[in-house]
């Protein structure tokens, strides 16, 4: 298969890394990463960037700066000149393993516009329970001939390289996603930076009576007419984050590792 950049290797510690990296804001001093990921207290500034550097060999996604400090590369891309891809996924149940992707709905997002779209229907490989096919109308005949997600997993990283992914409920869809992805390419993950736009909603938007989709799209008249189908809730999810953009852009927020750690510091009055 074609090699791709927006692969990594799934090490646990160097997940483990980057979580810790982004609560700090984004780096820290090797020593530290040694100290709370690898467990290795007391090691000089030298000793402690060779054993971070061994750990993340492979993964672009960290770096090591002036051969003390250890950075997330990908995060402190401008929120203005970054491509995001809004994506939503349809699955035949909520927990993986056993449930799969049955539906991809993804839009390009450049400069405060869509730019284009991927979307398509995935053969799962089992069957759709009853509740999940009434709740989306997604049946397993529309499935049957449907292609599998392995016939699609080139056109998805090709449409996804090089973006920030945005979803709403990032987690459930970056995890169905990279599981998928594990399957076809093994110890392997998506390294794509990703924003969630419930979080993101919560603290731009605090005043909103929830966060669910369907509440804020109402909230800012975004069409919404097939909930629950991927490409319906991913156009009116990218609607929604072209908005969530412009008042984190009031707020000075300008790149994508200052937009995850974002809290609204005034609350609109009622």
């Known amino acids: 298969m074609k090699s791709y950049r927006n692969l990594v290797p799934d090490v646990p510690l160097v997940e483990e890394a980057v979580e810790m990296l982004r609560a700090r804001g984004g780096s820290a001093p090797a020593t530290e990463v040694a100290l709370v990921v690898l467990n290795v207290p007391d090691l000089d500034?030298?000793?402690?960037?060779?054993?971070?550097?061994?750990?993340?060999?492979?993964?672009?996604?960290?770096?090591?700066?002036?051969?003390?400090?250890?950075?997330?590369?990908?995060e402190a891309r401008s929120l203005r000149e970054a491509d995001f891809v809004v994506v939503d996924i349809e699955t035949t149940g909520a927990k993986i393993p056993p449930s799969r992707i049955m539906e991809i709905g993804a839009y390009r997002v450049h400069r405060g516009a869509i730019v284009s779209e991927f979307q398509t229907l995935v053969n799962p490989e089992n069957s759709i329970p009853p509740f999940i096919a009434r709740l989306t109308g997604i049946s397993n005949e529309m499935v049957k001939n449907a292609p599998l997600f392995a016939e699609i997993v080139n056109d998805w990283l090709d449409f996804s390289e090089g973006s920030v992914l945005v979803a709403h409920d990032a987690p459930f869809d970056v995890r169905f996603i990279n599981y998928e992805i594990a399957r076809l390419f093994p110890?392997?993950?998506?390294?794509?930076?990703?924003l969630c736009t419930v979080q993101l909603a919560r603290s731009v938007f605090p005043d909103l009576p929830n966060h669910r989709l369907h509440t804020i799209a109402e909230?800012?008249?975004?069409?919404?007419?097939?909930?629950?189908?991927?490409?319906?809730?991913?156009?009116?999810?990218?609607?929604?984050f072209l908005r969530v953009l412009e008042r984190l852009d009031e707020h000075g927020v300008r790149d994508v590792?200052?937009?995850?750690?974002?809290?609204?510091?005034?609350?609109?009055?009622?």
Request: glycine share 4%; hydrophobic share 40%; aromatic share 2%.
């Open 257 to 270: 590792s200052a937009a995850k750690r974002f809290k609204a510091r005034i609350r609109s009055q009622k």
């Open 45 to 74: 500034a030298q000793l402690a960037a060779s054993l971070v550097a061994d750990l993340i060999s492979g993964d672009h996604r960290l770096v090591i700066r002036d051969g003390a400090t250890v950075e997330i590369n990908d």
């Open 187 to 194: 110890g392997r993950r998506m390294s794509n930076p990703h």
């Open 219 to 240: 909230h800012f008249q975004i069409p919404l007419a097939n909930r629950h189908r991927a490409a319906h809730d991913a156009r009116a999810t990218a609607e929604i």
